[in-house]
Each structure stands twice: as structure tokens, then as C-alpha cells.
């Protein structure tokens, strides 16, 4: 065993022809796709690590969500309430824009196997792109001088 890690996890895996990828950056599943020998171990690996990491996320996520919304619920005045839920839907916003593309590289990775590899590059890159581009904007979108610059110049 190296630091603890299961031995056939550490051990490089030999590739055949091809080492082209099909998206712009490694991604596991891609490379695990390219092994000749048995990838068995790390896939399980890789798949156990990404449910755990974001099966843990989702539920934390929804459970944060549920006691956020119990507590504004109390909150007696009707402008807090709607200053703290559109906090909220801003979050929401933010979540799904780092999942959802993520999901839709998954299932594309998954059951696009016929699709042209054109498709599995543009979900690549909108997988590592647009939660960086939008993140900004959605709570950039939310302060009030650049509501009133977007009010000023539609």
C-alpha cells in the first residue's frame, strides 16, 4: 500500500491506440474509457467517490433549504421575507447552474456514444465554463447599482 491507498487504485493502467480525448481536459471517465486493461477498480472508484460527493451535496443542500425556509416563514415582516427568499432563489440559481451542467456532461458521456464528437467537446467546455461565467452575474445581477444601469440602458 502508497499513503494509505488500495494498491490497484495506484497502479498506472496501460492504454491502447488511441490517447485522444474526447473533451478538452481529462476527464476520468474519458480516461478509464481509453485503458486496455482492466479499469474496473478506479471506475467503481470514481463512480463511488462522485455519488458520495454529490448524492452528500444534494441532501445537505435540500435539508439547509427546508430549515432556511422554516425560518423565514417566521420572519414577521413581508419586505424581509422577500429580501431573504430572493437571496435564496439567487443560491438556487447558482446550485443548479454547477449541476445541471454536470448532469448533462454525464448523460451525454453515458448515452451519447453515436453523437459526433463535437458534442461531447461543447458539453466539456460548457461543463467547465459556464458555472465560472454565471456564478458572477447571478449575484452580480442582484446588487442594486447594476439593476439600475441594466433598467437605464433596456
Known sequence: ????????????????????????????QDV??????????SVVYGLTAILLVMGLDAILICLSYVLILKAVLRLAAWKERLKVFSTC?????????????LIGLSVV????????????????????LVPAVLNPII??????????????SV
Open 109 to 128: 458521456h453515458r448515452f451519447g456514444k453515436d453523437l459526433a464528437p463535437l458534442v461531447h467537446i461543447i458539453m466539456g467546455n460548457v461543463y467547465i
Open 139 to 152: 449575484y452580480g445581477v442582484r446588487t442594486k447599482q447594476i439593476q439600475r444601469r441594466i433598467l437605464i
Open 32 to 41: 478509464m474509457n481509453l485503458a486496455c486493461a482492466n479499469a474496473t477498480p
Open 1 to 28: 500500500m502508497r499513503g494509505g491507498a488500495e494498491p490497484s487504485l495506484a497502479l498506472p493502467l496501460p492504454f491502447c491506440s488511441s490517447r485522444v480525448l474526447s473533451h478538452s481536459f481529462c476527464l476520468h
Open 89 to 101: 432563489v439567487a443560491h438556487i440559481c447558482v446550485v443548479l447552474v454547477f449541476y445541471v451542467p
